[in-house]
């Protein structure tokens, strides 16, 4: 259920991704299955405000970036006219 205070706090403020998708974006608990409020990491906050068009990130293990590079494109999309992001995975159970 989303909240008309959190809506009006983006609409305040809609350069805030990081609360943006604290507010509206859902992941799926790797134990139970069912979806539940997304938690920012630090690192995720971090590539959240960053305005740079390329970043490269270095990981070793499932950290969320996905999720997040997700939400980082579909905000953008939502807030511009003709935004572009194209995302591959490497199957359906993945996408």
């Known amino acids: 259920m ?8 983006y609409i305040s403020d809609p350069d805030d991704l990081v609360k943006m998708s604290e507010a509206f974006f859902q992941v799926p608990d790797p134990l139970t299955g069912e979806w539940t409020p997304i ?22 293990r499932q950290a969320g ?4 590079s997700v939400m980082k494109a579909l905000m953008k999309a939502m807030k511009r ?3 572009r992001k194209i995302y591959i995975s490497i199957g359906e159970r993945e996408a």
């Open 81 to 83: 006219k003709r935004y």
């Open 65 to 68: 970036i996905s999720w997040v």
């Open 2 to 9: 989303i909240q008309t205070d959190i809506i009006q706090s």
């Open 39 to 60: 938690k920012n990491y630090d690192y995720g906050k971090e590539y959240l405000q960053d305005e740079n068009d390329t970043i490269n990130i270095l990981k070793s």
